[in-house]
């Protein structure tokens, strides 16, 4: 059974600042990793979708990376903002064909201005 | 470009009552989903479907019923709803990445 971890749960940094968050799943035969984000009372917002054969997605200030033979995926944020200030998680897709994802309990940014 | 509609945002039920959670998706997507978020837990799945008329049960399926007559809709429901029960449920969608719903809040007293 897939079992995704976040650790830190909670992460506080100053504004400007470069970060990293964590996620390792156990499960090395994944499909692909996605990272969202979430905020208050809100929805989840898809930010990247890494693929099995894939090393690394990026987006504007976020980058994620995907090592399998490890069991992890980190998410980059360059020069972080007050904005985004979330609830980041993972989640990992096995079992192509049932389409599951089984998600990390996520780590909490708050960005200090 | 509506994405996935949940409904209600936030409903209160008595212990023992039903519900029905609305779920529309407007980006033929074949795949749906929907969730459970506790505090602390992160997400579970509860239900599934990979089309219309087919339905299968998740993690934490128990206390809770299906149906996907059409491509678009996916009805959760809640049958004599308990405390237990209290929590925000997630509807998603999914082709290539996975799209979900705002969410709705459901606590039961």
């Known amino acids: 059974k897939q079992e995704v971890t976040q650790i830190p749960a909670a992460l506080s940094v100053p504004e400007g600042e470069n970060l990293v968050l964590n996620c390792s799943f156990t499960d090395s035969a994944i499909y692909n990793l996605q990272w969202f984000r979430q905020d208050p009372g809100k929805g989840l917002t898809s930010l990247l979708l890494?693929?099995?054969?894939?090393r690394e997605q990026t987006s504007g200030r976020l980058n994620a990376s995907l090592d399998k033979s490890s069991g992890r995926s980190t998410l980059y944020i360059a020069a972080s903002q007050p904005g985004d200030s979330a609830t980041y998680l993972c989640?990992?897709?096995?079992?192509?064909?049932?389409?599951?994802?089984?998600f990390g309990t996520g780590t909490r940014l708050t960005i200090i201005p | 470009n509506a994405g996935v509609t949940q409904t209600p945002k936030f409903r209160i039920l008595k212990i023992g009552q039903s519900m029905t959670l609305q779920c529309t998706q407007d980006m033929n997507h074949n795949y749906m989903y929907w969730y459970r978020q506790d505090p602390g837990m992160g997400l579970k799945l509860i239900y599934y479907?990979?089309?219309?008329?087919?339905?299968d049960k998740g993690e934490v399926p128990n206390g809770y019923n299906v149906s996907r007559s059409t491509t678009e809709d996916f009805p959760l429901r809640l049958e004599l709803a308990a405390p237990s029960q209290t929590s925000v449920y997630f509807c998603?969608?999914?082709?290539?990445?996975?799209?979900f719903g705002s969410g709705t809040r459901l606590t039961v007293v």
């Open positions: 479907s990979v089309g219309a008329g087919i339905t």
């Open positions: 890494i693929q099995s054969s894939q």
């Open positions: 989640a990992a897709l096995t079992n192509f064909g049932n389409e599951k994802l089984t």
């Open positions: 998603a969608s999914s082709a290539y990445g996975y799209t």
